[in-house]
């Protein structure tokens, strides 16, 4: 099956800081998504996006699916945008909608 | 819409006990995923349902571990008898049809500990 890794694995950031999520997975892939775990362990759907770019407020996805690899932005970082982030992606071959996960980038915003 | 919904959000059972850990998916959503989260194996995917029919248990990890999808909105995940090593938070995504999209939601998740 596919391969996900996610990198950096921890991340602290200043309130107000940018920053740059990266995930590379092995193969070919029709589904892409970022989720957010928040601290209550629910996971926010972010970003669905198996190719191209997208953007939401201050967070925008970029994913290079010929490169296999997916970029996750935040800009102006909050101290809510603490958490676990996880991309999770689903290839073509076999059963192919499951979602194999990443180990997720811990991120922590400091006030 | 509700989105996922799952029940109980915290379960707290004594090892041998039978735990059932219920999902019910988006309306329209007609396939459904149960996934386990912890610290050591992170998120894996346990197993894997279509239209009711279950597509992939390759991630179940032992016979005392079972699903079911009795309709095309609802599923049960049971685990006969339960021990301490199956502490974990429980999820349940629902997805479109196939053909129809590949974007997952994830209910809450269930909190189970075995004590």
């Known amino acids: 099956g596919i391969q996900v890794e996610q990198s950096p694995p921890d991340l602290i950031l200043q309130e107000g800081a940018n920053s740059t999520l990266r995930c590379n997975f092995s193969d070919s892939v029709n589904n892409l998504q970022w989720f957010h775990q928040n601290p209550w362990g629910q996971l926010i759907n972010l970003f669905y996006?198996?190719?191209g770019t997208k953007q939401n407020g201050r967070l925008s996805a970029t994913t290079v699916a010929t490169e296999r690899y997916s970029l996750l932005y935040i800009s102006s970082s909050q101290t809510t945008d603490s958490g676990v982030y996880f991309c999770?992606?689903?290839?073509?071959?076999?059963?192919?909608?499951?979602?194999?996960f990443g180990s997720g980038t811990q991120l922590t915003v400091l006030p | 819409d509700a989105g996922v919904i799952q029940s109980p959000r915290h379960e707290v059972t004594e090892m041998g006990q039978e735990v059932t850990l219920r999902c019910k998916l988006i309306?329209?959503?007609?396939?459904l995923f149960w996934y386990r989260q912890t610290m050591m194996r992170g998120l894996e995917l346990l197993i894997y349902?279509?239209?009711?029919?279950?597509?992939?248990d390759s991630g179940m990890p032992e016979d005392r571990f079972s699903a079911k999808m009795p309709n095309a909105s609802f599923s049960t995940l049971k685990i006969q008898p339960s021990e301490p090593r199956d502490s974990a938070v429980y999820f349940c995504a629902s997805i479109l049809p196939p053909g129809e999209g590949t974007e997952a939601f994830f209910g809450q998740g269930t909190r189970l500990t075995v004590v």
């Open positions: 999770a992606a689903g290839g073509f071959a076999g059963s192919a909608r499951q979602l194999t």
């Open positions: 996006i198996p190719s």
């Open positions: 349902f279509n239209n009711n029919v279950p597509i992939d």
């Open positions: 309306s329209g959503h007609n396939s």
